[in-house]
């Protein structure tokens, strides 16, 4: 299983990024995929996941109106639209992967985890 990230880059604040998480080597229909992000000095907090179907998309409530997480099955990807980002929003931004039919928001439950991709909003 692999998941890579991408869509990571310097913005300023107001602005926008959209990060991608491409998964294979697993039947990615059936995975839960969240979004987590790391600032420096701080633990892994949980940011937005979504289930196998689209239906059900819990955010943080940090996060709430401003990022917009999203999947194309067919294409075995997970997408995090972010707008309107400030400076509290720079983090390593990992997405995560597991199996199943419930969606999750703590680091622990999930077993598959990307590279991460860097994301720095400047003022």
């Known amino acids: 299983v692999q998941l890579v990230e991408s869509g990571g880059g310097l913005v300023q604040v107001g602005g926008s990024l959209r990060l991608s998480c491409a998964a294979s080597?697993?039947?990615?229909?059936?995975?839960?995929i969240g979004w987590f992000r790391q600032a420096p000095g701080k633990e892994r907090e949980f940011v937005a996941a979504?289930?196998?179907?689209?239906?059900?998309?819990p955010y943080a409530d940090s996060v709430k109106g401003r990022f917009t997480i999203s999947r194309d099955n067919a294409k075995s990807t997970v997408y995090l639209q972010m707008n309107s980002l400030k400076p509290e929003d720079t983090a390593i931004y990992y997405c995560?992967?597991?199996?199943?039919?419930?969606?999750?928001?703590?680091?622990?439950?999930?077993?598959?985890w990307g590279q991460g991709t860097q994301v720095t909003v400047s003022s």
């Open positions: 080597g697993l039947i990615f229909s059936r995975y839960v």
């Open positions: 995560a992967g597991v199996q199943s039919m419930v969606v999750a928001v703590t680091t622990t439950a999930y077993n598959y």
């Open positions: 979504i289930t196998w179907s689209g239906g059900l998309t």
